[in-house]
């Protein structure tokens, strides 16, 4: 297990049982001290995580918090963190949040008070710089932050969390987990990749696994919503009609009329049968519109046809694009500002600087410079042996209606590490996918996307009950929340609209034809 081998090296080198003041606070039972203990200079010597503890401070009990350390630190020369670490309930396991868009700050209130109430000592990081998750100025000609960035921040300071945590109980912990989306559902598939001794189980939930693929694809979406005026072809008033067409197409796959396409590869939805007749009107798309529709649906490709990228927007998450793709009550498109800020300062190299435009990105001759800088990034690596000889599981969620993160590329890699691996049985024994209809990104959408992924992960690693299905949920209004749309111990049946099951790739759910579709039992595999 990897917290017996890491409480071994901490013992042959002393580094985990530093500082001594700490075994003496835990030995006449002073919490206080304890925590205060761990500040200062005790950890520089953390293998390859030389880590500085700038602040511990013992954050008294709360009606819905137990007794925390709260440690703020840092890794050479600039990972920040933050670690917190319950006082009187810890389970004796250890579990590290990502982050969102470019990172850049420590939202330990966003990560961790679930975890510390249910007593997991938890850590976040802000991947190595100061931004707004939609600000990629820090990259700017900063190798290291961008090495940081790419995968050395999440490995640093999961062994300096680790290391504390051990100083701190005079224990290591039974079992390590990683669980985020996004940027952070990156940050497990590196790890998984490329450090995957460093957890016991992952969940990675809407990975970006191909940072300037991922990126390629979200400026086509933006970029090719504009005439030669710069002006929106395809306007925020028409994504109702399109999301109303593809649903009278496709909602029936699954057996219920619900709202919801459960799987949009098998949607032969065209939006050229919106087409106006003659004169533009509201209950018709224009050609241009129509052609605008057609190529966020296929991906980016080249002036050849070729793609460039695993897919784009799946039908059933057209009003998702309104916002990040389309212009939502005037203000500029999300992804236009943000997929600047990528390339203009951290997707090439050398980097173009601020007077870069998305207009200025050439999909026949930029795609084939990419190489540089995703082999910093990338989460793409299906060669996942060393994961699986090392007992770790991983579970990758993604949503069939994300338009950030479109999920032909989660189904890409798990396709190609399946071959890799040599076939399902011996991918499955470690590794799972599983698709989540109606589910935007990360969480949110008309699916059951209220779903307790770390449940499912520690079942696995620690009981060997492999996840053939999770059941989700789509909670009312009013419904506890967490991060990923439920507290699952705190929400209430009556707070549930329907409950789906979630089946292991590649079987989806279908009704079952009897039954109250609304009862996740009333549906089986296909």
Same mark, same amino acid.
């Given at each position: ?169 005079? !224990?290591? &912990?039974?079992? *390590?987990?990683?669980? /985020?989306?996004? +940027? %952070? @559902?990156?940050?497990?598939?590196? =790890? ?105 649906? !296929?991906? &980016?490709?080249? *002036?050849?046809?070729? /793609?460039?990228? +695993? %897919? @784009?927007?799946?039908?059933?998450? =057209? ?105 399902? !049985? ?11 209809? %109606? ?88």
């Amino acid at each position: 297990m990897i917290a017996r081998l890491f409480l071994c090296f901490a013992l042959l080198f002393g580094v985990a049982l530093l500082p001594a003041r700490a075994a003496a606070a835990v030995a006449r039972g002073d919490p206080a001290g304890r925590c205060a203990a761990l500040a200062g200079g005790g950890f520089s010597n953390i293998l390859d995580a030389p880590t500085q503890v700038t602040k511990a401070t013992l954050v008294a009990a709360t009606v819905s918090r137990p007794a925390y350390c709260a440690v703020e630190g840092y890794v050479t020369p600039s990972v920040a963190f933050g670690l917190w670490l319950p006082v009187a309930n810890w389970n004796g396991k250890y579990i590290v949040r990502g982050c969102g868009g470019f990172c850049g700050t420590v939202e330990m209130e966003l990560a961790c008070p679930q975890h510390i109430r249910d007593g997991y000592a938890c850590l976040h990081t802000d991947m190595g710089h100061r931004s707004t998750m939609y600000d990629a100025k820090w990259a700017y000609n900063n190798l290291q932050a961008e090495v940081d960035f790419g995968y050395r921040a999440t490995h640093v300071s999961t062994l300096a969390g680790r290391a504390i945590a051990t100083a701190f109980y005079q !224990a290591a &912990p039974r079992y *390590s987990y990683f669980m /985020a989306c996004s +940027t %952070g @559902g990156r940050q497990g598939m590196v =790890e998984a990749e490329r450090f995957p001794y460093d957890f016991d189980g992952i969940v990675a939930i809407a990975p970006v696994i191909d940072e300037t693929g991922a990126g390629v694809q979200l400026l086509w979406s933006t970029v090719m919503n504009r005439d030669a005026a710069g002006h929106e072809v395809l306007t925020a008033a028409k994504i109702p009609l399109l999301h109303t067409a593809a649903l009278k197409v496709c909602d029936l796959i699954d057996g219920v009329a619900d709202g919801i396409i459960s799987d949009p590869r098998l949607c032969a939805f065209d939006p050229a049968m919106l087409r106006c007749a003659s004169i533009e009107a509201p209950d018709c798309l224009t050609a241009a519109q129509v052609a605008v529709a057609q190529k966020i649906y !296929a991906g &980016p490709h080249d *002036s050849k046809g070729r /793609a460039l990228y +695993t %897919g @784009g927007a799946m039908p059933g998450s =057209e009003l998702n694009w309104v916002g990040p793709y389309i212009s939502k009550d005037g203000a500029p498109a999300v992804y236009a500002d943000m997929q600047g800020e990528l390339w203009r300062y951290m997707g090439f190299s050398p980097d173009p600087g601020p007077s870069w435009k998305i207009t200025d990105f050439d999909f026949d001759r930029d795609p084939k410079r990419l190489g540089t800088m995703e082999a910093v990034y990338s989460g793409s690596n299906p060669d996942l042996r060393k994961l699986k000889a090392a007992g770790a599981k991983l579970i990758i969620a993604q949503g069939w209606a994300d338009q950030s993160v479109v999920p032909l590329n989660a189904v890409d890699f798990y396709e190609t590490a399946t071959r890799t691996m040599g076939g399902p !049985a011996a991918t499955t024994s470690f590794f799972r996918l599983f698709l989540v209809p %109606g589910m935007n990104h990360c969480s949110g959408g008309e699916g059951a996307y209220g779903i307790d992924y770390l449940a499912a992960l520690e079942r696995w690693v620690e009981a060997g009950q492999a996840p053939d299905q999770l059941i989700g949920i789509h909670p009312k209004p009013g419904a506890p929340l967490d991060f990923f749309g439920i507290d699952s111990k705190l929400v209430r049946p009556d707070q549930v609209e329907f409950s789906r099951p979630h089946f292991a790739y590649p079987r989806r759910a279908v009704y079952a034809g009897k039954g109250d579709p609304n009862l996740a039992a009333n549906w089986v595999a296909k």
